[in-house]
């Protein structure tokens, strides 16, 4: 039995809050006219003081459910890309699963930054092909706000929160994922990091865990040598896809790109001959939501019906790690 991959049920969440470049002008030393230029950002989404990653994983789950025309009850596993968990442990997509009214199939996270859904549609694609799982729960889910400096100019301006989720289901239909390619190079692990700060804590020490030894410090970014890399490796990868499954750039229809800075997106559809109008483009209202704005972005394109049943996309990311990655789809739904 030949299974493929299929993309059943899409779906999004962004918080309520909008925080605008000129709002975040007032906090640092910045200017709408810097971010907009540098970066192609308008604004940026803000999770709720009550509000977790696993609430922003559950409603954008809930949508691409809904979307899909099934239940929790009809899934049988879930996963979540993200950088942000609610906690250490338990895993976010235990917390979602309970959350979404689900019980008694596997849930896990992933950790691959801002490519981890690019890694989760890999590897789930695999596992569903060989028959593992019939219906999975893909989700990439953040809360970006919780890990940057809000006083570095360098970082805040450019992250958001929000999720995405996807629906996939294996059937021996044609159509539907093609394949991925993943790369990481961890030489490159120190330009792009958040650290845990455990130091303190050891057999025989007596500290307050919870003051003095635990804690996450904030993204650090070498931004300028992130961007030569991401450039260069996006462009690669992009053809490196195309070149594994015997297709040319004229086959794709849609490029979906990970939305971390305008001027990266517009480089990669100059290597592609991609017009502009056929990439999916939210940085500009979402700016860099990590593991989400892959699935976001596809959700924008999606809810205003541009898929045609047959077409290619093509969805890639480059993260922190350095981690990258792409997947071709050929539309089915
Ligand atoms: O999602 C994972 C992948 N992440 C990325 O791909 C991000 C890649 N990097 C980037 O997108 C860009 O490098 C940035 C948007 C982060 C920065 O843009 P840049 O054109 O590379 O600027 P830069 O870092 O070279 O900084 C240029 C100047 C500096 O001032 P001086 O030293 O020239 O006086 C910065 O201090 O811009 C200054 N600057 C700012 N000014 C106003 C940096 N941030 C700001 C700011 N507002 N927010």
């Known amino acids: 039995m030949n299974l493929n991959t299929h993309i059943v049920g899409v779906g999004g969440y962004l918080p309520e809050r909008i925080l605008s470049n000129e709002e975040l ?18 604004q940026r989404h803000i999770l709720a003081e009550d509000q977790q990653t696993s609430d922003l994983a559950t409603a954008a789950a809930q949508q ?25 442990f338990p895993s976010t997509a235990s917390i979602v699963q309970y959350k979404l009214g689900g019980k008694d199939f596997p849930a896990w996270d992933i950790q691959a930054v801002c490519s981890g859904f690019v890694y989760g549609l890999a590897q789930v694609d695999g596992m569903m092909r060989s028959g593992m799982f019939k219906r999975v ?7 970006m706000s919780r890990i940057v400096d809000w006083t570095d100019r360098n970082t ?7 999720a995405g989720a996807m629906v996939l289901e294996a059937k021996e239909e044609q159509g539907g994922m093609i394949g991925s390619v993943l790369h990481c190079d961890g030489s490159y692990r120190h330009l792009l990091m958040a650290e845990h700060k455990y130091e303190g804590n050891a057999p025989g020490k007596k ?19 992130v961007f030569r890399v991401a450039v ?8 490196e896809v195309l070149e594994k499954y015997e297709m040319s750039k004229v086959d794709v229809d849609w490029l979906i790109p990970h939305q971390a800075n305008i001027r990266i997106l517009k480089a990669t559809a100059k290597k592609m001959q991609m017009d502009e109008e056929q990439m999916a483009v939210t940085v ?3 700016a860099n939501t990590s593991s989400a704005s892959v699935p976001l972005a596809l959700n924008h394109l999606y809810r205003q019906g541009k898929f045609e049943s047959g077409q290619v996309l093509l969805l890639e990311a480059f993260a922190g790690g350095f981690a990258w990655g792409a997947n071709l789809i050929r539309w089915s739904k």
């Open 137 to 143: 729960l893909l989700i990439g889910a953040e809360s």
């Open 25 to 42: 002008s007032t906090m640092v030393d910045t200017s709408d006219a810097w971010i907009r230029e540098r970066t192609g950002i308008t």
């Open 64 to 88: 691409a459910l809904d979307d899909a025309g099934i239940s929790v009850h009809d899934i049988d596993a879930l996963v979540v890309a993200t950088t942000t968990p609610d906690m250490i």
């Open 156 to 162: 805040c301006v450019l992250f958001g929160d929000g």
């Open 284 to 286: 500009d209202k979402h």
């Open 232 to 239: 260069t490796k996006l462009s690669e990868v992009v053809g």
């Open 207 to 225: 500290v307050d865990f919870r003051v003095d030894a635990a804690g996450v410090a904030a993204v650090e970014m070498k931004g300028n040598e």
